[in-house]
T-cell receptor
Framework: DSGVTQTPKHLITATGQRVTLRCSPR?????VYWYQQSLDQGLQFLIQ???????AKGNILERFSAQQFPDLHSELNLSSLELGDSALYFCASSVIPGQEQFFGPGTRLTVL | AQTVTQSQPEMSVQEAETVTLSCTYD???????LFWYKQPPSRQMILVIR??????QNATENRFSVNFQKAAKSFSLKISDSQLGDAAMYFCAYRTPQGAQKLVFGQGTRLTINP
C-alpha cells in the first residue's frame, strides 16, 4: 500500500458524460501527478499540482481539467467523454516535486 | 523531448533463472533519474529500483540490479533468481530533476515466469 488513495476504483459511463476522479496523496506529500494508461498511448503524464497550484501540463485534453484543494486532495474532471477516454487513470504523489513518486491503485474508466 | 524505448514487448524466464530487460532513452540533458516500475495483474505501479544519472555505480535492490550505460543511454534491469511473484509488466521511466519532473515511460515489457 503506497498510501495514495483513489476513488472510485471503477467507473462505467456513457459517451458525452462527465466524471470526476478523486485522489488523496500520502500524508505530507504536497505534489500530485495524474497519469493516463491506455492500450494505444501507454502511460502518459497529464498534469501536475504542487501545494494547490498547477505546475506542469502534459498531454491533457482541453475536455479534461484538474485541481488541487487546500487539504491537498486532487480531482481530475473529464467531460464530453469519448470511447477513446477509456483508460486507467493513476494519481501519484511526492513530498515535493523531484522526489520519488508513489502511485495510487488507479481508477479504471470505461466509456460505453 | 525525452523518449524511452523498451524493445522487448514480452520476455519469459524459468523460475530461479536470471533475466535482463532492456531499455534505451533519448535525452540531451546530463542530469536526470531513471526508474524501473513493476505493474502486476493488480495494476498497482510499484517502484522497483532507481538510478541517478550522476552516479556511476549501478543501483541494486536485493535480486534486482541495473546496468546503467550513460554514454550509450542504456538502462537495463537484471532480475536474479526469478520468482513467480516477479511476473508482471515492467516499465522503464525517465525523469528530469528540473521543470515538470514528470515521468516518461517506455511501452513496457511483459515478463512471464515459467515454473
Amino acid at each position: 500500500d503506497s498510501g495514495v488513495t483513489q476513488t472510485p476504483k471503477h467507473l462505467i459511463t456513457a459517451t458525452g458524460q462527465r466524471v470526476t476522479l478523486r485522489c488523496s496523496p500520502r500524508s505530507g506529500d504536497l505534489s500530485v501527478y495524474w497519469y493516463q494508461q491506455s492500450l494505444d498511448q501507454g502511460l502518459q503524464f497529464l498534469i501536475q499540482y504542487y501545494n494547490g497550484e498547477e505546475r506542469a501540463k502534459g498531454n491533457i485534453l482541453e475536455r479534461f481539467s484538474a485541481q488541487q484543494f487546500p487539504d491537498l486532495h486532487s480531482e481530475l474532471n473529464l467531460s464530453s467523454l469519448e470511447l477513446g477516454d477509456s483508460a486507467l487513470y493513476f494519481c501519484a504523489s511526492s513530498v515535493i516535486p523531484g522526489q520519488e513518486q508513489f502511485f495510487g491503485p488507479g481508477t479504471r474508466l470505461t466509456v460505453l | 523531448a525525452q523518449t524511452v524505448t523498451q524493445s522487448q514487448p514480452e520476455m519469459s524466464v524459468q523460475e530461479a533463472e536470471t533475466v535482463t530487460l532492456s531499455c534505451t532513452y533519448d535525452t540531451s540533458e546530463s542530469d536526470y533519474y531513471l526508474f524501473w516500475y513493476k505493474q502486476p495483474p493488480s495494476r498497482q505501479m510499484i517502484l522497483v529500483i532507481r538510478q541517478e544519472a550522476y552516479k556511476q555505480q549501478n543501483a541494486t535492490e536485493n535480486r534486482f540490479s541495473v546496468n546503467f550505460q550513460k554514454a550509450a543511454k542504456s538502462f537495463s534491469l537484471k532480475i536474479s533468481d526469478s520468482q513467480l511473484g516477479d511476473a508482471a509488466m515492467y516499465f522503464c521511466a525517465y525523469r528530469t530533476p528540473q521543470g515538470a519532473q514528470k515521468l516518461v515511460f517506455g511501452q513496457g515489457t511483459r515478463l512471464t515466469i515459467n515454473p
